[in-house]
């Protein structure tokens, strides 16, 4: 039997130096050989983008420690497929992102991209992210990632598994909820301002937050009960309730046909 320790890659959005992130390397450290390979600054809302049209260098910070200067989405790829392609990791895990990703926050979240672009190369992934602002107190999220990367670890993971997971901040929880996702805003206000040359120029994401009382969901576990969300995710983002309304459309000049297999 090899005693070889799992490989375990932790990225993030909020850069190398954050203290989510060394809060979840300490937490993982025990049970893998932790890499981590991280954007070299700050990448919040970045979403899922990569970088096609520009160069990417990789400046080593530390033994497995890496800085990308680009997107969460890149320092997964490049450290999948470059830096550990000869030894891919056994799990991913991204954040501890300072701050909440919950409901329609996984679109835009730079943690989740990460994460999820470790699992559509085959990697299994977790998310974690701190509901929490201006005070930030990692002890109770970076104890549950230990303890969920633990029992990951220790059961075969179909490799394109995508958790994310929301703690609450300011509480020890009792304990966690597997969720869905839920529905919330920040509000829609655009503030219009002049800059010195009396150019217009514009701020956008308010601040005016609310969300839909859905039981069962990531926002109610969190917000409500004060407990830990995890909330399993995939890839398959066809509306397969609206297929049927689709195929009753008639467009002028075309045919409609079935999809092969249909």
Known sequence: MSDK???????????????????LVDAVTPLGEVWVVAPDREQSAASHAISLHRPLRIKEV????????????????????????????????????????????VMYSGTVAAAMEGAILGVPAIA?????????????????????????????????????????????????????????TYGYE?????????????????????????PGSDCNAVHLDRRISVTPLHFELTDHGR???LAG???EGFDRHEPDGA
């Open 190 to 214: 655009v503030v219009e301002k002049v800059d010195p040359r009396g150019r217009k120029y514009y701020w956008i994401g308010g601040s005016e937050y609310q969300h839909e009382d859905i």
């Open 249 to 251: 459309w008639r467009l």
């Open 62 to 105: 530390r033994e497995r420690w890496f800085a990308i200067d680009g997107t969460p989405a890149d320092s997964a790829y490049l450290a999948i497929n470059h830096l550990l392609k000869d030894d891919r990791p056994a799990l991913m895990v991204s954040g501890i992102n300072h701050g909440a990703n919950l409901a329609e926050d």
């Open 128 to 184: 974690f992210s701190l509901v929490a602002r201006g005070q930030f107190d990692f002890g109770p999220a970076a104890r549950f990632a230990r303890s969920l990367v633990a029992s990951a670890l220790a059961r075969p993971l179909p490799p394109r598994m995508l958790l994310n997971v929301n703690i609450p901040g300011g509480v020890e929880p009792d304990g966690y909820v597997v969720t869905r996702q839920g529905r919330h």
């Open 243 to 245: 297929m049927g309304d």
């Open 5 to 23: 320790q799992p490989r375990i890659l932790v990225s993030n959005d909020d850069g190398y130096f954050s203290e989510g992130l060394k809060a």
